[in-house]
């Protein structure tokens, strides 16, 4: 069974912070992605990968950067945190991107002060 | 793009009934209908999908059925258990498509 784990899981940070959300996958899956779940909006696409130095725009990419380093490491990078940023981020990885099964991981809550 | 609407946002049923949440999406050209379950406080993992080459699907408890005419997939659940409390997300995507498009949740509550 695949396996995506994320670090941290909880994180707070001030306004104009710097924010890193980590995540790997041992599944050897092309296919990685970030979406930030919020209430009444179901689970949408930051930015995903295809492979080790790719890097795709998802649908909600503004204010967010993220770096696919090998093919288990996938970074999301919040250069200057906002309020609306405060959300739950998962991590997702999948074999074949939007035609299979995506495994998630467990979760980043972040909030931003 | 896609566009997948969950057109309940809460579902509340006794505990033996079934459920039934329904979907429906934009795309003509979508082929590929999952469905996850995030339990309270979790992550999401799979529960069933379906493709368009059928329009039926059955997993023990869990039956999807999709009618591509109306653009239209649903999620049914017999003899519900308290386990199935849960958020449910439907989602929508085709053959060669990078990503995927998800609903925006239906809260199942199971009363006892």
């Avoid at chain 2, 809460?10 to 459920?19: C, M, Q, W």
Wanted: aromatic share 12%.
């Amino acid at each position: 069974e695949a396996a995506v784990t994320q670090s941290p899981r909880n994180k707070v940070t001030v306004t104009g912070g710097n924010v890193t959300l980590s995540c790997r996958q041992t599944n050897s899956h092309n296919y990685m992605y970030w979406y930030r779940q919020d209430t009444g909006h179901g689970l949408r696409l930051i930015h995903y990968s295809y492979g080790a130095g790719n890097l795709q725009i998802g649908d909600v990419p503004d204010g967010y950067k993220a770096t696919r380093t090998t093919q288990e490491d996938f970074f999301l990078l919040l250069e200057l945190a906002s309020p609306s940023q405060t959300s739950l981020y998962f991590c997702a990885s999948s074999d074949l991107g939007g035609y299979a099964e995506q495994f998630f991981g467990p979760g980043t809550r972040l909030t931003v002060l | 793009g896609e566009k997948v609407e969950q057109h309940q946002s809460t579902l509340s049923v006794r505990e033996g009934d079934s459920a039934v949440i329904n979907c429906t999406y934009t795309d003509t050209a979508s082929s590929y209908f999952p469905w996850y379950k995030q339990e309270a406080g979790k992550s999401l993992h799979f529960v069933i999908d379906i493709r368009s080459n059928v329009d039926r699907k059955q997993s023990q408890r869990l039956t999807v059925l999709l009618d591509k005419k109306a653009k239209r997939f649903s999620l049914h659940i017999t003899a519900t258990q308290p386990e199935d409390s849960a958020i449910y997300f439907c989602a929508a995507s085709n053959y060669g498509n990078e990503k995927i498009t998800f609903g925006a949740g239906t809260k199942l509550t199971i009363k006892p």
